[in-house]
């Protein structure tokens, strides 16, 4: 019996997938390397090393061309914008998609959901780690991340019971604003269009 040959559809899907891995894994690193000079961290650590060995390759020659303003590391952010751009450039061009003067919106709304999941991420490992009880440089720099995106909830909620829910209600919240950016950009492309990566 002859193996089946895998269809166009599968294809696009496994090609979609590997490429999302990628521009997550990079366009987060240079997010996080943009919150993490915002915030006046040192790279001198477990964390800033890794978000380092993953951007600077992008980041560096970016940053002789676009300067820091303001305190902001734009380079960090056109990086991430950039690889959203020829991410769903490369997508939109195997789906034939003649909408090429949607592009940079599309990829600034996909900016802002990679944005979502970094948070989102950066929530649950800090709460992962500090349910192991263990201070480690990593748990003290996560936590140090973390701390302006939760101090606005903690203000408002109390503990429940001695529980902590800050980090549950933040992810819940990060998550209806990932589903409002998912629906925009779904509302560009039109119905009927597959959707493009996050």
Same mark, same amino acid.
């Given at each position: 019996m002859p193996i089946p040959w895998?269809?166009?559809r599968m294809l696009y899907t496994i090609f979609s997938f590997l490429l999302e891995i990628g521009v997550t894994l990079v366009g987060g690193a240079c997010l996080l390397r943009l919150y993490m000079r915002w915030?006046?961290?040192?790279?001198?650590?477990? @964390?800033?090393q890794f978000v380092l060995a993953l951007s600077d390759w992008l980041v560096q020659p970016l940053q002789r061309v676009v300067p820091p303003a303001g305190g902001l590391d734009v380079a960090s952010l056109l990086a991430?914008?950039?690889?959203?751009?020829?991410q769903y450039a490369l997508l939109m061009a195997l789906l034939e998609l003649p909408r090429w003067g949607l592009l940079p919106v599309l990829a600034l709304l996909g900016t802002a959901r990679l944005a979502v999941s970094v948070s989102t991420a950066l929530v649950i490992i800090a709460a992962v780690?500090?349910?192991?009880?263990q201070r480690s440089r990593a748990h003290d720099v996560f936590e140090r991340l973390c701390a302006p995106l939760l101090a606005p909830i903690?203000?408002?909620?109390r503990l429940?019971?001695? @529980?902590?829910?800050?980090?549950?209600?933040?992810? @819940?919240l990060l998550q209806v604003l990932g589903i409002v950016l998912s629906s925009l950009q779904s509302g560009l492309l039109g119905p009927g269009v597959p959707a493009l990566a996050g």
């Open positions: 895998p269809s166009p915030r006046r961290m040192s790279f001198d650590n477990p @964390v800033g991430a914008w950039l690889l959203k751009l020829v780690l500090s349910w192991t009880g903690r203000r408002r909620i429940v019971g001695g @529980v902590d829910l800050s980090p549950l209600l933040l992810i @819940v």
